[in-house]
Nanobody
Framework: QVQLLESGGGLVQPGGSLRISCGVS????????MGWFRQTPGKERDFVSA????????DYADSVKGRFTISRDNAKNTVYLQMSSLKPEDTAVYYC???????????????????WGQGTQVTVSS
């Protein structure tokens, strides 16, 4: 069993920055691929970013590329999402997810992931 807990969400002004974190306990964190998704009311959960278990590969949605950076610290069992140049349309509940499947294009799909956190709210507003 794997437990994921997001933290670091909050209110930030447009153009500002925020880093959210996801702590993972349970099975070997260093062997799981991690993803970040976001969701607004009434909409599907959208892919934001993903990182391979080794940290050697990353992927980003076009909407956040160049503004968001995903990283992980396997010694701390934590994955991060550094968000910069935030826009009001980035407002959402952000979820982290873990997968023990092979790394590939499927990492953009929610169905690829085996475990999910409860989410953290990020609000971008003046």
């Amino acid at each position: 069993q794997v437990q994921l807990l997001e933290s670091g969400g909050g209110l930030v002004q447009p153009g500002g920055s925020l880093r959210i974190s996801c702590g993972v306990s349970g099975r070997t964190f260093s062997r799981c691929n991690m993803g970040w998704f976001r969701q607004t009311p009434g909409k599907e959960r959208d892919f934001v970013s993903a990182i391979k278990w080794s940290g050697g590969s990353t992927d980003y949605a076009d909407s956040v590329k160049g503004r968001f950076t995903i990283s992980r610290d396997n010694a701390k069992n934590t994955v991060y999402l550094q968000m910069s140049s935030l826009k009001p349309e980035d407002t959402a509940v952000y979820y982290c997810a873990a997968s023990f499947s092979f790394w590939g294009d499927r990492s953009r799909s929610p169905g690829y992931y085996d475990y999910w956190g409860q989410g953290t709210q990020v609000t971008v507003s003046s």
